[in-house]
Structures are given as structure tokens and as C-alpha cells.
């Protein structure tokens, strides 16, 4: 027998640069420090014939890797919306990455099924969704959407006597998608993934915010008597905006429609007292999907899936085969998602949750949107116009005519990094605070970066 091999050395050099990286993150540039083609450069080449030891190839990676690294997880990130990667979560990672679970079924990971199993019901609990709903540890919200629009088809088919399973789309009953105007664009995606077609979605007016109007969602209702997929939001991408969950609900109940809440980071609200009105009647739902990879802070990638019918989310999802003794009833976390085999996400979401508690996770929550604000009021005071109702994490901001040229100066810079969007036909800049690390200090010093910006377009 061979010595069994020994991972100390190699697996302390990548921890070690990888700390070396996180503790650079408060001061290192936002942006990479090479540009793509020159990374790609560093990547390519033919692949070799021979093999490479590990070591060479861990420093042959970091050399090639490091200059096309983007701070994403740094303190001063606010694109998209994407969030840091807390430690203790970042840590579980790394012990995944030797442990190398896929948790399709509890027989092949054990650890990996009951980490999800606890992590579910802390996560439910967090976010105001009934502890009896079924949960799926998906790739992102695009996933958790497409999910729960599945479970949504399989029920509404179903009540009417059909199986989508078995029959598909073609010659089915007829079914509505309503979805509010603003709606995140991985709906219409999960949508088309499922037969759809976007033409199919009636769009309903939002508010002022970006928030669905309830009096047009009741008329657009109100219009048909067919069996509605209604989709709602918490966490308007550009405005933060959440729909009042409970009218929604309840009118879509009424129609004998299915409810889904898209809330990717929006769902968070329900984790703080403070903010909690915010999603309101979520428990009403019928799917839910949303991140830990963005506010919750656990590395990419990794989500949630809920559904308020275990039943129908099993039938929509899950599939067996003969060697999979088990598979199928929904007794698996392979039950519950479109992937197959996969890496045990419940790990690290277990490691956030424990590294926060309750009132981590709300101080994170709450902190962030005290941040927005701080932001917002800076901007204000540097003469900018705040276009939205900072009510959550997300701030758009009107810099004037120049606002795509501040904002790729302020991206050179480096100080931090935000994003720009067009709302409403206004090109804005866009500000989402995620970050865990992010402090006041980090805030005024991005406004002051934009002032710079501004000041140097415009000057
Ligand atoms: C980010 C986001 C999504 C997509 O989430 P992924 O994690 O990128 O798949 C969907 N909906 C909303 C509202 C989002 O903010």
C-alpha cells in the first residue's frame, strides 16, 4: 500500500494565500489589475502533455489568477449585488473542498444532508417562511426561481388534471403568468426554461418604487378566470422595493392562482425587526426563492428554494433510477433541486448562520441599509439627486448627463466599485450594500471617490 498522500503543505499554501488576499481586500484596488486579455494570456496556451506537480500548479494558478482577481469580497464592492463571504463560512469552503461531499442522497453524505436539514429550518425561521415548506440548496435565485415556477406549473396543471410530468406543455390546460413590470430579468428565463414563453406574462403596473400596485394586480387578475402563476418580489434589483406580500397573496389565493417571491436578497428584511413590515405576509407565499450569496455573505454560489407544498415540490423536481434506492420520495436533498450530484451548499450556509445567530444576521441586515442611507445622504450633499426610496440596501443615483463616464472613473480609481443601470430611461449609477465588513469609513470614502469622479469628468 502507498503512503497515504499528505495535503498539509499544499492545502496551507492556498489557505494562506487566500487569507493573504482577504486581508488585502480593505486596502488593495476594487478593480483587477490586469485587463482580460493579458489574464487570459497568463491562463493559455496548449495544454501540456506531461502533468505538473501540485505545488507548481497551486503557484503557476496564483500567478496566473491573482492579477485578474476582482475584490468583490472587499468592503467597498457595491455592483450588482453580491455580498463577502464571511469567515467562518469561507473557512467551512475550504474544509468542503477537502471533504468533497455531493449530498444528492443521505447515504452519500450524511454530513452533508444534515447540515441542509438544520440549516432549512434556521433559514425559515430567519425569514418568516412556514417551518413545514420544502427546501432546495440551489445555485442561485435563477435557480430557486426556476424551481419554484416548476412547482407553480406542476400544482396549477395538476388542480386541473393534469401531469405536467407526464404530458408536458403541449395540449395542457391553459395557465396565466402575471408578474410585475419591474420583475428581475431570471424570471423570464426561468420562464422561457420552462415552456413559457415571455410573451405569455402579463405585466402588472408598479408603483413609484418599483413596488407591484396591488389595485392593477387585482384588475389584471380579476380579467380571466384561468389558474394564474403570480410573480412577486422582494428586492427590486435597481430600487430595493418589495411588493406588499399579503395583498399579493391573498388576491392571488382568491383567483386560484400559485404566489412565488423572487426575493434574492429582499427576503432578508424578514431576518430584522426593524425592516420586517417590509415583507409582511410572506408566509402566504407559495414559493420563495433567495440568496446566500448575496446578503446573507456565504461564498458563491449558493441559494435557496422554498416551497410551502413538500409534495408538489418533490413532484416537480425529483426523478429516480434503479441504482437510486430512495431517490424520489423526498427524503433527499437531490429531491428538491435540478442538479444531480452537486457540492453540499448547506455546509457553509450552516457556518454563517452559527458565526451571525439571530442577531447577526439582523445587525448585518440592518446595517447595510443604515449604510444606504449614510450613502444617500453624502450623495445628496454633494449636490447629486437620489432617484429612489432608499428603504432597503439599493440606492440609484442621477449623476447628470456624464454618469456612465464618473462611474467608469470612479470603477479606474479603484478606491471602490459600483455599477450603472438604466431605470425608467435614466442612466444611473447603482449602489447596493451587501458586505458584511463595510463601515461607515467605507462609505464616506466612496463618496468622496465619486465626488473626485465627478469633479474630473466634468472639471
Ligand atoms: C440577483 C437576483 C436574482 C438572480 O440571482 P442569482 O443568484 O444571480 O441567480 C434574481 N432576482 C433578484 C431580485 C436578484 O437580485
Redesign the pocket.
Known amino acids: 500500500m502507498n503512503e497515504p498522500e499528505d495535503f498539509s503543505k499544499l492545502f496551507a499554501t492556498a489557505a494562506e494565500h487566500a487569507a493573504a488576499f482577504r486581508r488585502s481586500l480593505p486596502t488593495r484596488p476594487i478593480g483587477p489589475a490586469a485587463d482580460l486579455d493579458s489574464v487570459r494570456a497568463a491562463f493559455g496556451g496548449p495544454l501540456p502533455r506531461e502533468g505538473t506537480p501540485p505545488e507548481r500548479v497551486l503557484r503557476e494558478l496564483i500567478t496566473a489568477a491573482e492579477p485578474g482577481v476582482m475584490a468583490t469580497a472587499g468592503p467597498r464592492f457595491f455592483g450588482?449585488?453580491v455580498g463577502g463571504a464571511l469567515p467562518a463560512a469561507s473557512a467551512a469552503e475550504i474544509l468542503n473542498a477537502g471533504w468533497d461531499q455531493a449530498p444528492f442522497q443521505p447515504v452519500l453524505s450524511p454530513a452533508g444532508a444534515a447540515a441542509e436539514t438544520a440549516a432549512a429550518v434556521w433559514l425559515k425561521e430567519l425569514l418568516g417562511i412556514p417551518e413545514t415548506a420544502s427546501t432546495g440548496f440551489v445555485?442561485?435565485?435563477?435557480?430557486a426561481?426556476t424551481v419554484g415556477l416548476a412547482a407553480a406549473r406542476q400544482h396549477l396543471l395538476a388542480v386541473q388534471g393534469w401531469d405536467v410530468s407526464l404530458k408536458g406543455l403541449m395540449g395542457a390546460p391553459r395557465l396565466r403568468v402575471i408578474a410585475g413590470a419591474e420583475r428581475?430579468a431570471?424570471?423570464d428565463r426561468a420562464l422561457r426554461l420552462l415552456g413559457f414563453g415571455t410573451d405569455l406574462v402579463e405585466p402588472v403596473a408598479v408603483d413609484a418604487n418599483g413596488a407591484t400596485d396591488m389595485a392593477a394586480l387585482e384588475a389584471v387578475l380579476g380579467a380571466d378566470d384561468a389558474p394564474a402563476i403570480v410573480c412577486l418580489?422582494a428586492?427590486?434589483?435597481n430600487t430595493g422595493a418589495c411588493d406588499d406580500l399579503r395583498t399579493a397573496c391573498e388576491l392571488t389565493h382568491a383567483h386560484g392562482g400559485w404566489a412565488h417571491v423572487?426575493g434574492?436578497?429582499?427576503l432578508w428584511a424578514g431576518a430584522s425587526q426593524q425592516l420586517r413590515h417590509l415583507t409582511d405576509g410572506v408566509e402566504l407565499a407559495d414559493s420563495w426563492?433567495c440568496?446566500a450569496?448575496?446578503w446573507l455573505n456565504v461564498p458563491y454560489?449558493s441559494?435557496f428554494a422554498f416551497c410551502s407544498r413538500p409534495d408538489v415540490h418533490v413532484a416537480a423536481m425529483s426523478y429516480t433510477a434503479s441504482y437510486l434506492t430512495g431517490s424520489g420520495q423526498g427524503t433527499g436533498p437531490g429531491d428538491f433541486t435540478a442538479e444531480s450530484s452537486r457540492r453540499a451548499r448547506g455546509i457553509p450556509v450552516w457556518a454563517a448562520l452559527r458565526e451571525l445567530g439571530r442577531d447577526g444576521v439582523a445587525d448585518l441586515v440592518e446595517r447595510c441599509c443604515a449604510l444606504a442611507r449614510r450613502f444617500a445622504r453624502g450623495l445628496t450633499d454633494a449636490g447629486f439627486e437620489v432617484v429612489n426610496d432608499v428603504m432597503l440596501n439599493q440606492v440609484l443615483v442621477d449623476l447628470g448627463e456624464h454618469t456612465d463616464a464618473i462611474v467608469a472613473a470612479v470603477q479606474a480609481e479603484g478606491t471602490c466599485w459600483m455599477g450603472a443601470t438604466t431605470w425608467r430611461g435614466r442612466r444611473l449609477m447603482r449602489i447596493a450594500v451587501s458586505n458584511y465588513a463595510t463601515t461607515e469609513a467605507d462609505v464616506d470614502a466612496s463618496v468622496a471617490s465619486v465626488r473626485r469622479a465627478a469633479a474630473g469628468v466634468t472639471g
Open positions: 450588482f449585488v445555485t442561485g435565485a435563477q435557480a426561481n428581475h431570471t424570471v418580489q428586492g427590486n434589483v423572487d434574492a436578497f429582499g426563492g440568496d450569496h448575496k454560489d441559494a
